[in-house]
Each structure stands twice: as C-alpha cells, then as structure tokens.
C-alpha cells in the first residue's frame, strides 16, 4: 500500500513556474514507478510525466517536453514535478500516480493515485 499526497499546486501568470511535490508512505518507493497526470473539466486524465524507480529514465507528453522536469528523491520519499514556461492550457488537477513494475502512459496501469492539486495559469 502506497499514500500519496501532492503539494504546491495554485495560481501562477503564463510564462511563471511552479514547483509540485509528492509525498510517498509505504514501503519500498524505489520499487515504484512515479508519474504525473492531469485532468482538465470535461476532458480525460492525461499523462504528463513518468520517472523509473531509481530515476535513470524519465518520459514527457510531449505538451510538456523542454518546459517540465520530473525528479525523484528515493531517500526522502518524494517526487516533484518543476513547471516552468507555463501556459494557460497547463490548467488542470495535477495528480502524482505509484504503479509497481510497469513503464506506461496509461493511467490505467498505476496501481495508488493521490487526491490530486489544482494548477491555474492566467493568461
């Protein structure tokens, strides 16, 4: 069993950066893949970022690629995910997701979701 808690999502102007945290509790979070979605009103959950379990390989949507940065502190327990270059359709519930042993972009496939932060970018 994994609890996730994110942090530090809120109001930013476009072109500004924010700086998302996810906390893990459990057992064996190196084991985890870790990544990031988001889901805007009346459209689905869409991935965003993904990070293996010891950090080695990461993957972008490619919305994101050159603006996002996902990272992952093994020894504290923590993902982050660094938004710089924000944009307006970046506005969504960003949502930190744990799955064991896989390497996807399918919300599917994530086994532990958090409750997710809400992300605005004004234009």
């Known amino acids: 069993q994994v609890q996730l808690v994110e942090s530090g999502g809120g109001l930013v102007q476009a072109g500004g950066s924010l700086r998302l945290s996810c906390a893990a509790a459990?057992?064996?979070?190196?084991?985890?893949?870790m990544a990031w979605f988001r889901q805007s009103p009346g459209k689905e959950r869409e991935f965003v970022a993904a990070i293996s379990g010891l950090g080695g390989s990461t993957r972008y949507a490619d919305s994101v690629k050159g603006r996002f940065t996902i990272s992952r502190d093994n020894a504290k327990n923590t993902v982050n995910l660094q938004m710089n270059s924000l944009k307006p359709e970046d506005t969504a519930v960003y949502y930190c997701?744990?799955?064991?042993?896989?390497?996807?972009?399918?919300?599917?496939?994530?086994?532990?979701w958090g409750r997710g932060t809400q992300v605005t970018v004004s234009s």
């Open positions: 459990g057992r064996t979070f190196s084991s985890y893949t």
């Open positions: 997701a744990a799955g064991l042993a896989i390497w996807s972009e399918t919300a599917g496939r994530y086994n532990y």
